[in-house]
Structures are given as C-alpha cells and as structure tokens.
T-cell receptor, first 114, second 113 residues
Framework: DGGITQSPKYLFRKEGQNVTLSCEQNLNHDAMYWYRQDPGQGLRLIYYSQIVNDFQKGDIAEGYSVSREKKESFPLTVTSAQKNPTAFYLC?????????????FGAGTRLSVL | QQQVKQSPQSLIVQKGGISIINCAYENTAFDYFPWYQQFPGKGPALLIAIRPDVSEKKEGRFTISFNKSAKQFSLHIMDSQPGDSATYFCAASMVSGTYKYIFGTGTRLKVLA
C-alpha cells in the first residue's frame, strides 16, 4: 500500500519540551514538505526538502527543525522555541517531475500543549 | 505577489445546487493550479488541477474555470451533495523551479440535505 504515514496522530507537548513528528513515504518521491494548518489560515509551509541531506526553510520555519537522512523519511521537530505550537501538522511529498507536480498528503498530526 | 486569495471563507448550498469557490493570484509565473478537498481530521486530497493553457477542465461534477488575463480561477461543484461537505483549498505553483505550493486560506462548504 503506497502512501504517506504520519505518526503519532495526536501529540501533547509540555512547556520547554521538544517533540518530533514522524513522516514516512513509500512513493519514491524526491520532495517532501511540512505544513502547519491553523483555522482560517490555510496551509503554511514550514520546511521542504528536494533531495536527501538538503532542506530549505519555508514561510514559518522559526521554532522548527527537520532532517532528511533518508529519501523516505522527513521528521519534524517542534522545539521549545516555538511558543505557539498547537496546530494540525501535515506532511506531503511530490515526485518533482515536470508534468507531475502533485503533492500527496498524510493524515496529519494534531499537536496540543499541556 | 506570492499570495493566493480565496473566497468565500464559508459557503452553504442546498443539495443539488452549484457550489462556486473563487481564487485570485498575482504572480504570472504560476503555471499549475490544483484544488484540494479536506475532510475534518484528514489530510487534503487532490481533487482536480489545471494548467494555464486551457480555460476549463471538467472531471465528473467538478469543473475548474481559468481566466488567465484576470489571474483568477474557480471551482464549480455541480449537483452538490452532502458528501461534498468539506474544506476546499486552491493552490498555485510553478512546475519548474521549487515546486512549492502557495495555498489559499480555504473555503468550508456545507451542503444541506
């Protein structure tokens, strides 16, 4: 079954704690993305990666970090520097072929602050 | 220049009616315009997409109309059904380059039975 798997589905963070959200894809896609979704604000890009061991900041990267050690994995760490982390986090991937600029999304992780 | 403006924010339509959601963009370098459908607690899924070399694309009850000169595109849902109740996002990107999407702010559609 091909797709994008995000885990956990729900996550709670204590103040001052770093938490890591997992994103794995078996679609053999080159590019992977992390978005944050807040009510009424659409999807905002946090980080993206087009190749292993390389990634770029999106529009709201402050307080977040990522790694891309394997093509199929793109974990997101929400650090203690992110003062308002409560949101729905979505991971996506795309093949980066000229005629196939389609992003496929995982089911999301809902992060809340305790 | 990188924004995509989407309207309305919410929409209520009777079953069998036509739902229309509009988006406008500024950057003329955008050349790929997808629409995504998202149900509560789920990730968005691609519904339909268009490139600027055509003015309309239809897939079943869903149609995208594209006006290149006005830099606007819209989603029409014909014969709207309660199962269409979801949030819809438009987006714009450049097929060449970074492949990043710029998303609209979303439209919450409710179709009344």
């Amino acid at each position: 079954d091909g797709g994008i798997t995000q885990s956990p589905k729900y996550l709670f963070r204590k103040e001052g704690q770093n938490v890591t959200l997992s994103c794995e894809q078996n679609l053999n896609h080159d590019a992977m993305y992390w978005y944050r979704q807040d009510p009424g604000q659409g999807l905002r890009l946090i980080y993206y990666s087009q190749i292993v061991n390389d990634f770029q900041k999106g529009d709201i990267a402050e307080g977040y970090s990522v790694s891309r050690e394997k093509k199929e994995s793109f974990p997101l760490t929400v650090t203690s520097a992110q003062k308002n982390p409560t949101a729905f986090y979505l991971c996506a991937s795309s093949p980066m072929a000229l005629a196939k600029n389609i992003q496929y999304f995982g089911a999301g992780t809902r992060l809340s602050v305790l | 220049q990188q924004q995509v403006k989407q309207s309305p924010q919410s929409l209520i339509v009777q079953k069998g009616g036509i739902s229309i959601i509009n988006c406008a963009y500024e950057n003329t370098a955008f050349d790929y315009f997808p629409w995504y459908q998202q149900f509560p607690g789920k990730g968005p899924a691609l519904l339909i997409a268009i490139r600027p070399d055509v003015s309309e694309k239809k897939e079943g009850r869903f149609t995208i109309s594209f006006n290149k000169s006005a830099k606007q595109f819209s989603l029409h849902i014909m014969d709207s059904q309660p199962g269409d109740s979801a949030t819809y996002f438009c987006a714009a990107s450049m097929v060449s380059g970074t492949y990043k999407y710029i998303f609209g702010t979303g439209t919450r559609l409710k179709v009344l039975a």
